[in-house]
């Protein structure tokens, strides 16, 4: 199926599924940070997994550069 395709097209439909795809690992990889974070009060927890349900990948990054790698 990939060799019918002419490299535009081919192109196309992998420079989103190499992009998008690292973004949900890192997204994941986030989220199971936070949720297994015992540094971080209680309190603090609805808030992100409010922001990571609703931002996403902003809300991600946020988090990787504000509690992630302080730590």
């Known amino acids: ?24 690992v890192f997204w ?8 297994n974070n015992d540094n971080m009060p209680s309190i603090f927890r609805p808030y992100w997994m409010m922001a990571f349900v609703l931002l996403n990948i ?8 504000t509690v992630y790698r302080d730590r």
């Not at 199926?1 to 998008?20: F, K, Q, R």
């Not at 902003?58 to 550069?65: C, G, K, R, S, V």
């Open 1 to 24: 199926m990939l060799l019918n395709m002419t490299p535009s097209t081919l192109l196309i439909e992998l420079v989103p599924l190499v992009v998008i795809v690292p973004l949900i």
């Open 28 to 35: 994941a990889f986030m989220f199971k940070d936070m949720l």
């Open 58 to 65: 902003p809300a991600a990054i946020f988090y990787y550069y």
